[in-house]
């Protein structure tokens, strides 16, 4: 944790990150930190930029946190954002109760039901013909990152399950049926990915191009990228 990070927040909330580091992701962590400094700023607005003290985290009312749903309301923040806000401090507030340091009944201020409703939007996908145009493109192309795009079109993987992907992926069972084996991922869950002969196929062609990136090569991965990859 940055040194600004650590300014930002108050002793208690670093402690409760403290805590939630034994069971939660570095994002995760990251997210808490987030949300918990705009709540810093709410708590310091409300006590004209004073520091946010034990004692005033007891004092909070059911006042003070509809106020600071008006206050991310003001802020004309997407849904999903303002409703993870409001969860990542209820979670904080939830860690004070377990420290005996908050009236558990306020919990229902920042109630799931209470919280914005967010919006879910299916996925928009090529229609059948621009699908066939852009197939057709990967496969006449001698760039190698058109064989990743086929990868990606033909097994649905997610960009850090690609990059993650092992030198040799695929897993062929008793039956001669074969898979291609995503490693642990974003949901913590390893999976199986039916594989046809074309994809196989690419796979192999990949294996041919190697590496696919240049620069920081790993031979443990199908396409030789190193670390992960920046947003």
């Not at 709410?42 to 749903?69: A, G, T, Y």
């Not at 990152?145 to 990059?163: K, M, N, P, V």
């Not at 049926?177 to 642990?184: A, D, F, G, H, N």
Request: hydrophobic share 35%.
């Amino acid at each position: 944790m940055t040194k600004k990070t650590q300014n930002d927040l108050t002793p208690r909330m670093l402690q409760f990150l403290e805590h939630q580091s034994v069971t939660c992701k570095e994002t995760s962590l990251l997210t808490y930190k987030v949300s918990l400094k705009h709540f810093v700023r709410f708590l310091k607005h409300n006590n004209k930029n004073q520091n946010i003290s034990k004692n005033q985290i007891s004092k909070l009312r059911e006042s003070n946190l509809n106020d600071f749903l008006c206050y991310l309301n003001q802020k004309k923040l997407a849904a999903y954002t303002r409703v993870r806000y409001l969860l990542d401090v209820r979670v904080y507030l939830a860690w004070e109760v377990e420290q005996k340091n908050f009236n558990p009944q306020l919990l229902q201020v920042l109630d799931r039901k209470r919280l914005p409703k967010v919006p879910e939007y299916l996925p928009r996908p090529l229609n059948t013909e621009n699908d066939r145009k852009l197939q057709n493109l990967f496969k006449n192309t001698n760039s190698p990152y058109a064989l990743i795009f086929q990868l990606l079109r033909h097994t649905g993987l997610r960009i850090s399950e690609l990059i993650n992907l092992p030198w040799d992926p695929i897993i062929t069972n008793e039956k001669n049926e074969s898979y291609l084996k995503v490693p642990l991922g974003k949901m913590d869950t390893e999976r199986l990915v039916p594989l046809n002969q074309e994809t196989i196929q690419l796979i192999s062609k990949i294996k041919k191009a190697y590496p696919i990136n240049l620069i920081g090569c790993d031979r443990a991965r199908l396409i030789g990228l190193k670390g992960s990859v920046k947003a």
